[in-house]
């Protein structure tokens, strides 16, 4: 015979009523009543995606122009965590949650969780959303945030050594970043100082259309500095051929995973993989 209040213990704690229990207790003890029905709160799985993969050393360079608001494969499956990598079929669905990871073939070194502030859209069609674009999509900051204690270079690290929430699509003047954190300095729209900084960048296209001419200026990743009137240094060699371009150490790949109910994400030391299931931290509706 199952005790109620056992019972009790062991579900406490749990998020959604999944299935429902039939608890049998002694007749004696209840004066002969009908079994009770029981809800039962249960924590299921969620799924994270790998949407992009960024290698700013690989020979390929997803600068603003390239891959973000196009509707196409980029990379390979078996190189999706070592090269640039782009899943066109993930990159079409609707999330919620968006997890940025910095990693060593495939091995954990920081991350952190987003929560996006409208649920229904896509990578694809946030993306595409460059007119006006300088849109804040996340809110609340990081839902969580991990950092490994022996990672490097985090002083100017374009995601980790900056607060705030994320921007899409931040064009000023003639350049675009397609991904920046809003603690960092965001350039008004008539600036053209080159001083964004983030993931997928251009210092010579048309941020409104996602154009240039200019491949020259194109550059993967860029660290966090003061480059308006100095030379700008960059992740790898992932870069055009601009005269300001300086090519500096690899501090890492940068993966991009979504989710629709997935809000917590793998630690430091954990390995990545195109499809990660993970226990939920949080409930929020």
Not at 152 to 180: C, H, K, T
Request: glycine residues 10%; charged residues 20%.
């Amino acid at each position: 015979i199952i005790s109620k209040q056992w019972y009790q213990r062991r579900v406490r704690g749990r998020s959604k009523v999944l299935v429902l229990v039939w608890l049998f207790f002694c007749p004696s003890c209840r004066g002969g009543e009908a079994p009770e029905t029981v809800s039962v709160e249960e924590k299921q799985s969620a799924l994270w995606y790998l949407a992009m993969n960024l290698n700013p050393a690989d020979g390929h360079i997803m600068d603003y122009t390239t891959g973000w608001a196009e509707d196409r494969f980029i990379g390979t499956y078996s190189r999706a965590l070592t090269h640039d990598f782009l899943s066109r079929v993930v990159w079409n669905e609707p999330v919620s949650y968006i997890a940025l990871v910095r990693h060593w073939k495939g091995v954990v070194e920081a991350v952190k969780v987003f929560r996006f502030r409208e649920s229904s859209r896509s990578l694809l069609s946030r993306f595409k959303d460059m007119n006006p674009g300088r849109e804040v999509v996340t809110e609340g900051g990081p839902l969580e945030e991990h950092i490994s204690i022996s990672a490097q270079n985090m002083a100017d690290d374009p995601v980790f050594s900056v607060e705030g929430d994320l921007a899409f699509n931040w064009g000023y003047g003639n350049n675009g970043v397609r991904i920046v954190l809003t603690g960092g300095h965001l350039s008004r729209l008539i600036d053209n100082d080159d001083n964004t900084h983030g993931l997928g960048n251009h210092f010579a296209c048309n941020p409104l259309t996602g154009n240039t001419t200019h491949k020259e200026w194109a550059h993967e990743i860029s660290n966090i500095q003061d480059s308006g009137r100095n030379p700008t240094v960059v992740q790898g060699t992932d870069h055009g051929s601009g005269s300001k371009y300086i090519s500096g150490p690899v501090y890492g790949n940068y993966a991009i995973f979504v989710s629709k109910t997935a809000n917590t994400f793998l630690k430091p030391g954990n390995m990545l993989d195109i499809e990660i299931e993970i226990k939920p931290r949080y409930k929020f509706f």
